[in-house]
């Protein structure tokens, strides 16, 4: 579905990224892993679109998307969520999913066009995928932190991705609402699509990753399943001194 090949990205004189090769398959969730400014969100900036790598290709489903827009790799059926939050604080969790639904249907997006009733229910379809239902009339203002990161998954999630990226989605949420997001994560990837997730949080990545892949300055160190990437002598030397 998602396919990194030979992907290298250079600012001025530094390689951030170096001939990184990677695959996210229907239905598997691929953890990326590594330590601080190993190029993880660089990587997922460049699968999304955001940014344009020096070398190598990107593609979709088989299609060559390296010099696609991150809009027409969202209309392709790619979505990603981002490090830091991007909910309108002043705006409902319910208006936050619709403006989302609204966004990913036809262009010319107008955030002033009224939202029919099927929107009003996938809004709160969305907000049970999540685990927040009844929660539409809320200010996003008022969300816990774990609150927010879900409803930020299911904004990601109103454009029916074929391909999700999620750039440290439980960053900052307490350990209980850690492990519902990683339930959600998981049923995203059982319904089909492909996940890609930056994560800090080891225990979980292991736990539900199908394979990983770990970056280390800009190199990819391995890939393999959780257990192989663990007992990978580079990786634990990457990682020395911390558990995996
Ligand atoms: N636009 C940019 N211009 C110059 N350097 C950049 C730019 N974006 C990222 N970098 C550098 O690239 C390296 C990788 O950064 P990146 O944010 O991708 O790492 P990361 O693995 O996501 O880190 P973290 O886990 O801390 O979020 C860092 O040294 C960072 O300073």
Do not use: C
Not at 80 to 94: E, H, P, W
Not at 141 to 151: A, F
Not at 226 to 242: H, I, K, M
């Amino acid at each position: 579905m998602i396919e990194a090949n030979h992907v290298g990205w250079k600012v001025g004189g530094a390689r951030i990224l170096e001939d990184v090769s990677l695959t996210v398959g229907a239905g598997e969730l691929l953890g990326i892993i590594g330590p601080n400014g190993a190029g993880k969100s660089s990587l997922v900036n460049i699968l999304s679109g955001v940014i344009r790598p020096s070398s190598g290709r990107i593609t979709l489903q088989d299609r060559d998307v390296t010099r696609a827009s991150a809009t027409r790799r969202a209309r392709l059926g790619l979505s990603r969520s981002f490090q830091t939050s991007a909910l309108f604080d002043g705006l409902s969790a319910g208006e936050n999913v619709r403006l989302a639904i609204q966004a990913s249907g036809p262009a010319p997006f107008s955030p002033f066009r009224r939202a029919g009733a099927a929107s009003g229910a996938r809004t709160e379809d969305l907000l049970e995928r999540v685990r927040m239902p009844g929660r539409a009339t809320t200010l996003a203002r008022d969300l816990s932190h774990g609150d927010r990161r879900k409803l930020e998954l299911a904004m990601a999630l109103a454009s029916e991705p074929k391909a999700l990226l999620l750039d440290e989605p439980m960053a900052g949420v307490s350990a209980e609402d850690v492990d519902g997001l990683a339930e959600i994560i998981g049923e995203v990837r059982d319904s089909g699509v492909a996940v890609a997730m930056v994560e800090h949080h080891m225990h979980v990545v292991l736990g539900l990753a199908d394979r990983v892949a770990v970056l280390h300055h800009g190199q990819l160190l391995a890939t393999g399943s959780p257990s192989e990437v663990t007992r990978d002598e580079l990786v634990q030397q990457a990682y020395l001194g911390e558990a995996l």
